[in-house]
């Protein structure tokens, strides 16, 4: 079952503004599947057929294991004959990159029929995703977009529009492998979907088949598109926006124009870290993380200390990453980070110091050099049983022979750690930059 996470995300990507030209519209609430809608399965098990969970105000069919699978949910009929242009847009989710997008054991699809439901006509599908496309397993906060002009205009049948999924039990992993409907809406105006936001950039997936414009509506936090105070862009073509002035936080507006504008969707820009990875020596730890500040602020302290009660350093500068000393060896210690601008959204990371059996280099008067490097480090003592790690943990290269020099010339630039034992078999490590 899809986390919490993921539902906030659906409510995040909610409606927002004035619905222009809108024709149907469907968000899953209720205690049951809503009317007019129908499924067709030939499955036994009920978490491998299309249903409706209220607990997620969404359509789900999870991906068996055992058993072939070819599941369909059909929308009411709708009536196009009075525009000129409209748009499909639904909200898929998927989770599972392995079974969408490189096993590809399962496809979901789309189909039109003008008669009924007697014949249909395949209109898109997930053949066209690719591994790129999630953020980790999952793929989620977007709307796909369907231009339906061929079936708008006066005298055009009615068209029902419906949604398959099959799989072919060749799924390869134990991870669960779902399919998720947020939300169908068919409008005058493609719905459209953000990428990313940064302190200066917005981006959003390109409509195909649209001919029009998008608008951006952007201010800080708490800007609305009905009590403004935020600034408006017209006009733009393409898939990105730069902001003149760089923000810490701001919240962001898109919407299509075509004639007439389309639906706002809204996106929060939090300056928020993620993935912090701390890399622990005796008495020091190397932390790294992801963000987009100018500077952080850090605090941290033993085991899970009252925040606020732990050592604070703020204003770090734009570099990623800090090394903490003076730690105290094989103790747990508990850090967080924020961007200095941002108020509340602090990321923790735990993590525990080496044991006193695990020397330092400095400790054994062993001098590494040149630290950063280009090419070879050389040691003043010699070291064998040598392994290079990258900040998270991952093996690199090792050596097992005695030697007073290697070289690393093949390794990109970064921080590492090294370890190895001298010739009395005493571990130690040491922080190495390769430039």
Not at 36 to 49: D, H, M, V
Not at 402 to 408: F, L, N, P, V, W
Request: aromatic letters at 12%.
């Amino acid at each position: 079952m899809k986390t919490k996470t993921i539902l906030l995300l659906a409510i995040f990507l909610g409606l927002i503004g004035i619905k222009s030209q809108q024709i149907f519209d469907e968000v899953f609430t209720g205690t049951s599947l809503p009317t007019g809608w129908s499924i067709s399965s030939t499955a036994t098990n009920a978490t491998e057929k299309w249903a409706f969970y209220s607990d997620y105000d969404d359509l789900e069919v999870y991906e068996s294991t055992t058993v072939a699978q070819n599941e369909w949910v059909y929308m009411p009929k709708v009536s196009l004959q009075t525009y000129g242009e409209a748009y499909l847009n639904f909200g898929l989710w998927m989770y599972n990159k392995s079974s969408w997008a490189t096993n590809r054991s399962c496809r979901a699809s789309v189909h039109a029929s003008i008669n009924n439901g007697a014949t249909w006509t395949e209109i898109w599908s997930t053949d066209q995703i690719t591994a790129s496309d999630f953020l980790g397993e999952a793929l989620y906060s977007r709307f796909w977009n369907i231009n339906l002009a061929s079936y708008c205009g006066a005298g055009k049948p009615d068209v029902k529009i419906a949604y398959q999924y099959t799989s072919n039990k060749l799924k390869n992993n134990t991870l669960t492998s779902f399919a998720a409907i947020i939300r169908v809406n068919i409008a005058g105006q493609p719905l459209v979907s953000f990428i990313k936001l940064n302190k200066n950039t917005i981006t959003w997936h390109p409509v195909n088949d649209f001919n029009g414009t998008y608008e951006i509506y952007y201010g800080p936090i708490g800007t609305t598109t009905e009590k403004g105070g935020g600034t408006l862009v017209t006009g733009l073509t393409g898939t990105s926006f730069t902001i003149p002035t760089s923000f810490c936080q701001y919240v962001a507006f898109i919407r299509a124009k075509n004639v007439l504008p389309g639906e706002w969707l809204k996106l929060s820009y939090l300056n928020s870290i993620t993935s912090i990875i701390a890399t622990p020596d005796t008495t020091s730890a190397l932390l790294s993380w992801n963000g987009d500040a100018d500077t952080y602020d850090l605090e941290y302290g033993v085991g899970n200390f009252v925040q606020g009660s732990g050592t604070r350093i703020n204003n770090i500068s734009s570099n990623t990453n800090y090394n903490l000393t003076n730690l105290q060896p094989s103790t747990s210690y508990k850090v967080y980070i924020k961007a200095t601008c941002n108020t509340a959204n602090w990321a923790s990371k735990t993590f525990q110091t080496l044991v006193l059996g695990t020397d330092s280099a400095e400790k054994l008067q062993l001098s590494i050099y040149p630290n950063p490097t280009k090419n070879s480090l050389n040691f003043s003592l010699p070291l064998k049983n040598i392994e290079i790690t990258d900040i998270s943990g991952k093996a690199i290269k090792s050596i097992k022979n005695s030697t007073t020099i290697i070289d690393i010339s093949e390794l990109p630039p970064g921080v590492y750690m090294l370890s190895g034992t001298n010739n009395s078999d005493a571990k130690v490590t040491s922080k190495i930059i390769k430039e």
